[in-house]
């Protein structure tokens, strides 16, 4: 018989944001965790988030999750623990047309309280000398949102949850079950036994919903960006977070001026679980060759660091969470393809809801 190393009432994998989130909500509930992963806390895809949040999320499937989380973020945590939000701004680039029709969105989010202005591409360029921005696009800039260091925010969560929270830093390699019923997971280091299991560990979560007869399509989507110094060239100081959705780019200032942290959304799929410092010369010209349109000042600037991470995407549809009706007690929160940073604070009250129900 495989040795039982943990029990708890529920059992999460993945010790990335989301299964932490989700987990602190947990204990704050008097619900015992054990948190499975054989890379620890932050160890994957949320340790090398760029921390972007903002209220307004052109995905209308997620629109309210993003706005509560800023809310969260704003207000450091449900115990004011979290770190400072790094209050920027936040500019969110799309086209006009698209602007237009998510006017519900954005009425919602002004009446809801949220601090925004919805402007022309010369306004843009009015306010935010350095950006270049065609005239056929608009944005919806955010005052209040910006960035939080994604590291620190998994370990106040970890704080947060307190002893009611256990590590167990080893692979889970099966979900255990008994007459159609969860009772826990299998590791490499023994069995943990669970009323509840949460699958949230990105595309690792495939193969263990699948040990159930569970279907789980995710598949892993490269992540990288750069660390540029465009030196006296640099855009004053007022830059703010920018997502620009027609190009998938996106930038934001680094700890110290004028240092730049920015990306491009990558096609690159089926690649390695693996984190490195670092990123190769063609991303560096890619996202060099994207970027130097919106902001000019990157087109010869050194590249000064970065890093090379992956997230995991689902093959249909976008991150979701399912309490399945079998094996009672598993829920999967995954497919958040590099934009679960910002929704964390909600998809994590929910999902501990989702686990609550399902222990009845």
Not at 110 to 133: C, K, M, N, Y
Not at 162 to 186: N, Q
Not at 267 to 294: F, K, M, N, Q
Not at 348 to 360: D, F, I, P, S, W
Request: charged share 20%.
């Amino acid at each position: 018989m495989t040795q039982s190393v943990a029990r708890a009432d529920v059992a999460v994998v993945g010790g990335g944001i989301i299964g932490l989130a989700t987990a602190e909500r947990l204990t704050a509930q008097r619900l015992s965790v054990v948190l499975v992963d054989d890379s620890g806390i932050a160890g994957g895809a949320t340790g090398s988030s760029g921390g972007l949040i903002r209220a307004f999320d052109p995905d209308q499937d997620h629109a309210s999750w993003a706005a509560q989380g800023l809310e969260l973020y704003l207000r450091r945590g449900w115990r004011g623990t979290w770190p400072q939000v790094h209050e920027h701004g936040s500019l969110t680039l799309l086209r006009t047309a698209d602007l237009t029709r998510r006017s519900a969105q954005t009425s919602a989010l002004r009446a809801a309280g949220h601090d925004l202005a919805l402007l022309s591409a010369d306004e843009i360029r009015t306010r935010f000398p350095g950006l270049d921005v065609p005239d056929d696009l608009a944005g919806v800039y955010e005052p209040r949102g910006g960035w939080v260091p994604a590291r620190q925010v998994a370990h106040a969560l970890l704080c947060d949850a307190g002893p009611g929270l256990r590590v167990l830093r080893a692979r889970a390699t099966a979900v255990r079950t008994a007459d159609s019923r969860v009772t826990g997971l299998a590791t490499d280091a023994g069995s943990v036994q669970a009323r509840a299991v949460l699958l949230a560990a990105g595309a690792g979560s495939s193969p263990l919903a699948a040990s159930v007869g569970v279907p789980l399509p995710l598949r892993t989507r490269s992540v990288a960006y750069g660390l540029f110094d465009p030196g006296i060239s640099a855009p004053n100081a007022a830059l703010p977070t920018i997502v620009d959705v027609t190009t998938g780019a996106w930038v934001r200032r680094w700890d110290t001026h004028p240092t730049l942290l920015a990306g491009v959304r990558s096609s690159a799929t089926d690649v390695p679980e693996t984190v490195r410092t670092g990123i190769s010369a063609p991303e560096e010209e890619r996202i060099r060759g994207v970027l130097r349109r919106r902001l000019p000042c990157l087109a010869d600037a050194p590249a000064v660091g970065g890093r090379t991470a992956y997230d995991a995407q689902a093959l249909a549809g976008g991150g979701a969470v399912t309490a399945w009706p079998e094996p009672r007690g598993l829920v999967t929160a995954t497919g958040w393809n590099g934009g679960g940073f910002k929704l964390a604070p909600a998809v994590g009250a929910h999902t501990a809801a989702r686990l609550q129900e399902v222990l009845t």
